[in-house]
């Protein structure tokens, strides 16, 4: 069995990119998300600002952790993708020298 383990940068590279695809996403959605479901719809959903509290609150944890996911998601993907770059440059920075070795 082989010691030898190759990562496979150019799948990183897709894998970083699908996790900000998603973060994108999520802030798409997050922006219609507040448009549907502001304060003032709350209220006038509920009928006054007493009774929309409780779901205004819940609303804007809601919101929080939302961006939170998303922020996340980005800086997930954006590490992978800089991981698949440095991986890839020291594996071709590895085969010049094993060339020149040779």
């Not at 940068?9 to 479901?37: N, S, W, Y």
């Not at 502001?38 to 952790?65: I, K, M, P």
Request: proline share 0%; charged share 35%.
């Amino acid at each position: 069995m082989s010691d030898e383990v190759r990562t496979d940068t150019e799948q990183l590279h897709k894998l970083g990119a699908v996790f900000e695809k998603h973060a994108d996403d999520l802030a798409r959605q997050l922006t219609a998300f507040r448009r549907r479901a502001d304060a003032t719809a709350l209220r006038d959903g509920f009928g006054d600002e007493e009774a929309a509290r409780s779901h205004r609150e819940l609303y804007e944890q809601a919101e929080r952790a939302l961006g939170q996911l998303r922020e996340r998601l980005a800086e997930v993907g954006g590490g992978i993708r800089r991981t698949a770059a440095s991986t890839q440059a020291v594996e071709d920075e590895l085969d010049t020298m094993i060339r020149s070795a040779g």
